[in-house]
């Protein structure tokens, strides 16, 4: 696992974390995961057109299609290891 991939995964794990603590809190699972949606789509669109821009349609497209493969990834990711796990 390269520098990057080693961030990434801190930064994942630390919104995760975060998202337990607030379930901790009583706050229900799903509005936590709107939240953090929010938060990330906020977020996106500060890296992609700075605090005072907004996406074009192009832009959200793009977006979500990168939504669309991280969850596609992470779906395949956790199939794999659950047949991993009734295999061994």
Request: with cysteine; net charge neutral.
């Given at each position: 696992?390269?520098?990057?991939?080693?961030?990434?995964?801190y930064?994942?794990?630390r919104f995760?974390?975060?998202?337990?603590?607030?379930?901790?809190?009583?706050?229900?699972?799903?509005?936590?995961?709107?939240?953090?949606?929010?938060?990330?789509?906020i977020?996106?669109?500060?890296?992609?057109a700075?605090?005072?821009?907004?996406?074009?349609?192009?832009?959200?497209?793009?977006?979500?299609?990168?939504?669309?493969?991280?969850?596609?990834?992470?779906?395949?990711?956790?199939?794999?290891?659950?047949?991993?796990?009734?295999?061994?």
């Amino acid at each position: 696992m390269n520098e990057q991939e080693k961030q990434h995964q801190y930064c994942t794990n630390r919104f995760i974390e975060l998202a337990n603590e607030l379930k901790d809190e009583k706050v229900d699972p799903a509005l936590v995961s709107g939240a953090l949606m929010t938060a990330s789509g906020i977020y996106a669109t500060y890296v992609a057109a700075g605090n005072n821009g907004t996406l074009e349609k192009s832009g959200i497209d793009k977006v979500v299609a990168l939504y669309q493969r991280t969850l596609e990834h992470f779906q395949k990711a956790k199939k794999d290891e659950l047949m991993k796990a009734r295999i061994g």
